[in-house]
């Protein structure tokens, strides 16, 4: 019995112990924190790192290759025929070799390979870029959902008012019945926003933690910018500015040159199987025929060997010369796609900029309108109290205040989005 309770005791330690390690952590974040957060945790972006491992490894590994290689050989043998009795033979022996010169072959790989951890590092770093403005999108969507939440929980609370306010007036006789239930079903249909938004707002929230490779589980809760830093955004930069920094700076431009010259190395390995290959053989054996003096064995039979050795290539077949042609047009296509990556760049970062100054007017315009009928709508509130207006003029006035809040909101977070991207493209910090 004592061990049963033991077993319970120790059971429910162990539960309490779990459940304690599976309390969801917390986390208040500013987009800074989650980019932060982001380049430590995300798993695509440690697969990325552990590829520039790997291609910096392959780098190492080629400059070995100027080096000799050394070789140790060791063999023992039992014989045995009808005609004489079993004996031992061993043979030992060390073998060297090291290339001389193979066309440059050696000193090109290195070269490519050198050009390819370099890319990969360039690779990650267009990854973090997009990473970035994937987390950009989330955040300012997550953030756009709570300023219209607040916005549309206040109309509810005005929808509700003005529910019970119709109800008294309803019940004295001053609106008809009909008005009264329009004020009801106004007031179920902006719950419903309430909720559509919150579900919109979590799903942003999921979005966002799924790009910090963050549990779905834990809670986070991300901080408003404060209001400098989003006047700050209004200031454009010069559309010459930004094509010149994001030229300069964009990993997409340098991927494409380190392709061309990786496809340039390419081509002088391939022609590299057109020169003589000669390489340097050194070799030191011994051996014994029994056990029988075998010390003295060892000695008489120890053997050395030094030479070099000259391979000239004379007909493979035409595949060096197909080698070579391959190469020469996968160096012409990665050039092509080079110029081609520039030009669709500058196209990019042009449209991106017009539509960056077209957010920003549908920005300041729709702020005008907002606040225009947000007061309206108070005074129309104010007008339903008195019983001066209808339940419809009133309705009608508020549904015109949520279009104008909407178109608001949208345009504020369209306008924020595209302003930081452009700070993406041209290789400054993303803050905010």
């Not at 023992?76 to 090291?98: I, P, Q, R, T, V």
């Not at 309430?194 to 979005?207: D, K």
């Not at 500058?346 to 005008?368: D, F, P, R, S």
């Amino acid at each position: 019995m004592k061990k049963i309770v033991l077993s319970v005791i120790i059971c429910m330690i162990a539960g309490t112990a779990a459940a304690q390690n599976a309390v969801p952590a917390f986390y208040r974040f500013t987009l800074e924190d989650c980019l932060n957060y982001a380049f430590g945790n995300n798993y695509n972006l440690q697969s990325m790192k552990l590829a520039e491992d790997a291609r910096a490894d392959a780098y190492e590994q080629s400059k070995m290759e100027r080096l000799p290689s050394l070789n140790a050989s060791l063999s023992e043998n039992l014989n045995h025929n009808k005609n004489s009795d079993a004996s031992f033979n061993g043979n030992y022996g060390l073998n060297a070799s090291m290339t001389l010169y193979q066309g440059g072959n050696i000193s090109n790989t290195i070269e490519q390979n050198r050009l390819r951890k370099e890319q990969s590092s360039w690779q990650t770093s267009q990854y973090q870029n997009n990473l970035t403005i994937q987390i950009l999108q989330a955040f300012l969507t997550t953030l756009g959902n709570e300023e219209l939440l607040k916005y549309q929980e206040a109309v509810v609370n005005a929808s509700e008012e003005q529910m019970k306010q119709g109800k008294e007036q309803f019940q004295f006789g001053k609106i008809l019945e009909s008005d009264y239930l329009l004020l009801e079903a106004q007031y179920a249909n902006d719950k419903n926003s309430v909720l559509n938004t919150q579900i919109s707002r979590n799903n942003s929230l999921l979005t966002l933690k799924s790009l910090l490779s963050m549990p779905a589980t834990d809670d986070l809760q991300i901080i408003y910018p404060d209001t400098a830093s989003i006047h700050a955004m209004t200031i454009l930069p010069n559309l010459n500015q930004v094509i010149k920094s994001a030229m300069q700076t964009l990993p997409d431009l340098k991927i494409s040159q380190y392709t061309v010259d990786i496809t340039k190395m390419d081509l002088k390995i391939s022609k590299a199987n057109y020169l003589p290959t000669i390489s340097l053989n050194g070799s030191i054996g011994t051996g014994h025929t029994d056990y029988t003096g075998f010390g003295a064995q060892l000695s008489d039979r120890l053997n050395q060997q030094i030479g070099l050795s000259l391979s000239i290539p004379i007909y493979d077949n035409n595949r060096t010369k197909s080698k070579v042609t391959q190469s020469r047009i996968a160096l012409q296509q990665a050039e092509l796609d080079k110029k081609q990556s520039e030009l669709d760049i500058q196209q990019t970062i042009v449209t991106e900029y017009q539509g960056l100054v077209a957010a920003y007017n549908k920005y300041q315009t729709t702020q005008v309108r907002q606040n225009a009928y947000s007061k309206t709508f108070d005074v129309y509130r104010a007008q339903f109290r008195l019983g001066s207006i209808t339940a419809v003029d009133l309705l009608q006035q508020q549904n015109n205040y949520i279009s104008a809040l909407n178109d608001y909101i949208q345009s504020k977070y369209e306008f924020m989005l595209k302003r930081k991207v452009l700070d993406v493209y041209m290789g400054i910090q993303v803050k905010m």
